[in-house]
């Protein structure tokens, strides 16, 4: 192993935040964007996040008159109940019509609404029975939507699950294609394909999606690129082979290519890989990015109808032109910084010369509405201009193994440097994804408020570094991305006081599951919590709603080759945990379905090593109730305050 590490210090790595207040307010979060075509208005989805995190409960759809920016909400017909919540506002190409999906409390029920610019009036123009997503205007007005009729839950298989009794083979309903044709929805794709993502042609005489046959959940992983017309499905591209996963679909300004993100990836809407183009005609896909060492998060077409992509690259985000996208040439940066943004919420009015808006944060700034051109964005709302916190981030990268890894490093702003910090370790899910620069979220503030130091690690597997960084924990989970992360420890040690004896280390989903494995592999940590997280690959496999997945991981499916998946499971070396570990899932988890935590959990009582669990009824992989959430953060504190707040002997 070289455990050699380098790490640089610039103004944008170290960054000091001012003193928290007692009376901070609660922060503002944005989620959903929309700009008039004139770019004289913007409408966006936004609430404030409960005390311990999460998603807002209550949501407003905000009306800002431009440029000054002042919020008018518009009214909603069920107020400000909880769940009531708009999403996906659009605006007609005409700009008098703003269209948005409005949920009916308790419900899987979804209407369409459509607000009058001129009169403000609001009229219900679809009410259905399923869910709604997805809005998107052609160029000639028509409304389309990616709508499930009869839904039995919500899309995704992050959202909790329908209860496991009764016909388990009953019906599956499909998430399609539609267009709103007078109060109804006529369907544009098959009864008997699921559309993930999907984006008109500029003709407005069909779509190019994402799509497989079966469980929505599940079939992502083999989802293939179709070209839709109302009347058939034609397949236009289908990876070559099975750690090639498609995302972000978007037809070039001249209908003749469509681009997708392509890589490894274990997750549907965690995003990252290298761009592609296929001809719409018929015809290879092109690696428009080959031996790009970034991942592309998001695609887009401009006002100019170059094609421009959101980069992670290593610790800054980039907004890139890749020209057209019919050659393949370096991405040509237009913006790049510590900072986070996302194309997936931005909102472009190409009739104002390309205004964009944006959601932007940093670690020192949180979440602000940002407006200007591409790349040249100036802050548009201050609502959370009063939230502050006593913590310095920073950028540190070693090597392991041959590989450049990168993390990052949060302590106290103004801690007594002459004593050794505790530090845990958050290992981020996926594995692809990554622990990008954001403005701390209030469990992160409340255990360096505890005295924490925290380390988020990137290890082999995670986006930032490029496909081949990406794939490099396939068929060796827990392996390589354990010895990285173990690395980047190291690493830190030597920058910053931190005590080897008092180390802790969490994480949720595969951070769960490497919570799990690194308490069987070293007794380095003194404490764990891991959520969600997956102790036995071989039993997983058949207790999951999403088992498309490990195939391209693995190699193979378990009952084919079970010694691979034995080999990286927790439950192969439970007798080697020494390590307390407090353990919380939801009841309801597809992904992670909660026999996982109950099978560690038994094993370590079994043993008689200190153990705890909590199963939240009702909840899925994602967390949603704020009381849950509170919940679990209350009891992972008071865990790691037991272990690691006195020095070890």
Same mark, same amino acid.
């Given at each position: 192993?070289?455990?050699?590490?380098?790490?640089?210090?610039?103004?944008?790595?170290?960054?000091?935040?001012?003193?928290?207040?007692?009376?901070?307010?609660?922060?503002?979060?944005?989620?959903?964007?929309?700009?008039?075509?004139?770019?004289?208005?913007?409408?966006?989805?936004?609430?404030?996040?409960?005390?311990?995190?999460?998603?807002?409960?209550?949501?407003?759809?905000?009306?800002?008159?431009?440029?000054?920016?002042?919020?008018?909400?518009?009214?909603?017909?069920?107020?400000?109940?909880?769940?009531?919540?708009?999403?996906?506002?659009?605006?007609?190409?005409?700009?008098?019509?703003?269209?948005?999906?409005?949920?009916?409390?308790?419900?899987?029920?979804?209407?369409?609404?459509?607000?009058?610019?001129?009169?403000?009036?609001?009229?219900?123009?679809?009410?259905?029975?399923?869910?709604?997503?997805?809005?998107?205007?052609?160029?000639?007005?028509?409304?389309?939507?990616?709508?499930?009729?009869?839904?039995?839950?919500?899309?995704?298989?992050?959202?909790?699950?329908?209860?496991?009794?009764?016909?388990?083979?009953?019906?599956?309903?499909?998430?399609?294609?539609?267009?709103?044709?007078?109060?109804?929805?006529?369907?544009?794709?098959?009864?008997?394909?699921?559309?993930?993502?999907?984006?008109?042609?500029?003709?407005?005489?069909?779509?190019?999606?994402?799509?497989?046959?079966?469980?929505?959940?599940?079939?992502?992983?083999?989802?293939?690129?179709?070209?839709?017309? /109302? !009347?058939? =499905?034609?397949?236009? &591209?289908?990876? #070559?082979?099975?750690?090639? @996963? +498609?995302?972000?679909?978007? *037809? $070039?300004?001249?209908?003749?290519?469509?681009?997708?993100?392509?890589?490894?990836?274990?997750?549907?809407?965690?995003?990252?890989?290298?761009?592609?183009?296929?001809?719409?005609?018929?015809?290879?896909?092109?690696?428009?990015?080959?031996?790009?060492?970034?991942?592309?998060?998001?695609?887009?077409?401009?006002?100019?109808?170059?094609?421009?992509?959101?980069?992670?690259?290593?610790?800054?985000?980039?907004?890139?032109?890749?020209?057209?996208?019919?050659?393949?040439?370096?991405?040509?940066?237009?913006?790049?910084?510590?900072?986070?943004?996302?194309?997936?919420?931005?909102?472009?009015?190409?009739?104002?010369?390309?205004?964009?808006?944006?959601?932007?944060?940093?670690?020192?700034?949180?979440?602000?509405?940002?407006?200007?051109?591409? /790349? !040249?964005? =100036?802050?548009?709302? &201050?609502?959370? #201009?009063?939230?502050?916190? @006593? +913590?310095?981030?920073?950028? *540190? $990268?070693?090597?392991?193994?041959?590989?450049?890894?990168?993390?990052?490093?949060?302590?106290?702003?103004?801690?007594?440097?002459?004593?050794?910090?505790?530090?845990?370790?958050?290992?981020?899910?996926?594995?692809?994804?990554?622990?990008?620069?954001?403005?701390?979220?209030?469990?992160?503030?409340?255990?360096?408020?505890?005295?924490?130091?925290?380390?988020?690690?990137?290890?082999?597997?995670?986006?930032?570094?490029?496909?081949?960084?990406?794939?490099?924990?396939?068929?060796?989970?827990?392996?390589?991305?354990?010895?990285?992360?173990?690395?980047?420890?190291?690493?830190?040690?030597?920058?910053?006081?931190?005590?080897?004896?008092?180390?802790?280390?969490?994480?949720?989903?595969?951070?769960?599951?490497?919570?799990?494995?690194?308490?069987?592999?070293?007794?380095?940590?003194?404490?764990?919590? #891991?959520?969600?997280?997956?102790?036995?690959?071989?039993?997983?496999?058949?207790?999951?709603?999403?088992?498309?997945?490990?195939?391209?991981?693995?190699?193979?499916?378990?009952?084919?080759?079970?010694?691979?998946?034995?080999?990286?499971?927790?439950?192969?070396?439970?007798?080697?945990?020494?390590?307390?570990?407090?353990?919380?899932?939801?009841?309801?988890?597809?992904?992670?379905?909660?026999?996982?935590?109950?099978?560690?959990?038994?094993?370590?009582?079994?043993?008689?090593?200190?153990?705890?669990?909590?199963?939240?009824?009702?909840?899925?992989?994602?967390?949603?109730?704020?009381?849950?959430?509170?919940?679990?953060?209350?009891?992972?504190?008071?865990?790691?305050?037991?272990?690691?707040?006195?020095?070890?002997?």
């Amino acid at each position: 192993m070289n455990s050699a590490f380098r790490y640089s210090l610039a103004a944008a790595s170290l960054l000091a935040l001012t003193a928290a207040r007692a009376d901070a307010p609660a922060q503002r979060a944005f989620m959903d964007l929309a700009l008039s075509p004139d770019g004289g208005k913007l409408v966006s989805v936004e609430g404030d996040q409960p005390a311990a995190g999460g998603s807002p409960v209550v949501r407003a759809l905000m009306l800002r008159s431009l440029p000054d920016g002042k919020p008018t909400p518009i009214a909603l017909p069920c107020g400000q109940a909880p769940q009531c919540w708009p999403a996906s506002p659009v605006w007609s190409p005409d700009g008098k019509t703003l269209s948005f999906t409005l949920r009916k409390p308790g419900t899987h029920h979804r209407s369409v609404y459509q607000y009058d610019a001129a009169s403000g009036a609001l009229k219900e123009a679809l009410s259905f029975n399923g869910t709604i997503i997805g809005l998107k205007y052609s160029k000639d007005g028509q409304l389309s939507m990616l709508a499930t009729e009869n839904a039995a839950k919500e899309i995704g298989a992050v959202e909790a699950g329908v209860p496991m009794a009764g016909d388990i083979d009953q019906k599956i309903v499909e998430q399609r294609i539609g267009i709103l044709d007078k109060g109804v929805v006529r369907w544009m794709s098959p009864a008997d394909l699921f559309v993930y993502e999907y984006d008109w042609r500029p003709d407005g005489k069909g779509f190019v999606g994402t799509a497989a046959p079966g469980d929505g959940d599940n079939n992502w992983w083999v989802a293939k690129l179709y070209a839709f017309d /109302g !009347k058939a =499905a034609k397949v236009i &591209h289908q990876p #070559a082979d099975m750690q090639h @996963q +498609i995302a972000e679909p978007k *037809v $070039s300004a001249d209908g003749k290519r469509a681009f997708f993100i392509s890589g490894i990836m274990s997750d549907f809407g965690s995003t990252g890989g290298d761009v592609y183009a296929v001809p719409l005609a018929g015809g290879a896909a092109v690696n428009l990015t080959p031996d790009m060492p970034a991942s592309a998060r998001g695609i887009d077409i401009d006002c100019d109808g170059n094609l421009v992509a959101e980069l992670l690259r290593g610790d800054k985000t980039e907004l890139a032109d890749l020209g057209h996208g019919d050659q393949v040439a370096p991405p040509k940066t237009l913006w790049s910084g510590q900072e986070s943004f996302s194309l997936k919420q931005a909102d472009t009015a190409c009739k104002a010369k390309g205004l964009q808006a944006v959601v932007k944060q940093s670690a020192t700034k949180a979440p602000e509405i940002a407006l200007g051109q591409p /790349g !040249k964005w =100036a802050d548009l709302t &201050h609502d959370n #201009a009063g939230l502050t916190t @006593q +913590i310095s981030v920073q950028s *540190v $990268s070693w090597t392991n193994d041959g590989y450049n890894v990168q993390g990052w490093l949060m302590l106290p702003a103004n801690f007594d440097k002459a004593k050794k910090l505790p530090m845990i370790t958050i290992v981020h899910g996926g594995p692809s994804a990554a622990a990008t620069v954001h403005f701390p979220a209030p469990r992160e503030r409340e255990f360096v408020a505890s005295g924490y130091a925290l380390f988020f690690p990137n290890p082999r597997g995670s986006f930032g570094q490029g496909v081949k960084f990406q794939a490099a924990n396939v068929k060796d989970f827990g392996y390589g991305d354990l010895r990285d992360i173990l690395a980047g420890i190291d690493a830190v040690e030597k920058i910053a006081p931190i005590d080897e004896a008092r180390l802790g280390v969490m994480g949720h989903s595969y951070g769960g599951y490497m919570t799990m494995w690194t308490v069987t592999q070293t007794n380095r940590f003194k404490a764990a919590v #891991a959520s969600a997280g997956l102790s036995n690959w071989q039993s997983y496999y058949g207790e999951n709603g999403i088992d498309q997945w490990m195939i391209p991981f693995f190699g193979k499916s378990v009952y084919d080759d079970p010694q691979i998946y034995a080999r990286s499971s927790p439950m192969t070396f439970i007798k080697q945990v020494k390590t307390p570990t407090f353990m919380w899932v939801g009841d309801s988890d597809v992904e992670v379905p909660a026999p996982q935590t109950q099978e560690f959990w038994h094993a370590l009582h079994a043993l008689d090593v200190p153990t705890s669990m909590m199963i939240y009824q009702g909840e899925g992989h994602a967390m949603r109730d704020p009381a849950h959430i509170a919940d679990a953060q209350k009891r992972t504190i008071e865990w790691f305050n037991k272990y690691l707040k006195k020095p070890q002997s």
